[in-house]
């Protein structure tokens, strides 16, 4: 049974950083293009940043330069370092694990809340 299990979200002023974990089970991370995403109230789910199973990684315009996605291949986890955040970055955020190929999936976590106060 495959799970991904969301964790490090909360509240954080403005200016502050968040560390998103993302421990999978059932499936290898190294070789799934995992992504992040986050959807705000009343808005649509949109990516945040991906990593391939190459290791190229992926990032939405607004968080260039501030987010980094990073993948741990022995702790089967990825991580979005979240710094200098801003009240727009709220959102429940998930993690994502797709392969296509022979073995293809989609997978989504159950999300992690992350509130940035002003």
């Known amino acids: 049974q495959v799970r991904l299990a969301e964790s490090g979200g909360g509240l954080v002023q403005a200016g502050g950083s968040l560390r998103l974990s993302c421990a999978a089970s059932?499936?290898?991370?190294?070789?799934?293009?995992m992504g992040w995403y986050r959807q705000a109230p009343g808005k649509q789910r949109d990516l945040v940043a991906d990593?391939?199973?190459?290791?190229?990684?992926n990032y939405v315009d607004s968080v260039k330069g501030r987010f980094i996605i990073s993948r741990d291949n022995a702790k089967n986890t990825v991580y979005l370092e979240m710094n200098s955040l801003k009240p727009e970055d709220t959102a429940v955020y998930y993690c994502?694990?797709?392969?296509?190929?022979?073995?293809?999936?989609?997978?989504w976590g159950q999300g992690t809340q992350v509130t940035v106060s002003s």
């Open positions: 990593i391939t199973s190459g290791g190229s990684t």
């Open positions: 994502n694990a797709r392969r296509i190929g022979v073995f293809n999936y989609d997978y």
């Open positions: 059932g499936i290898s991370v190294r070789i799934s293009t």
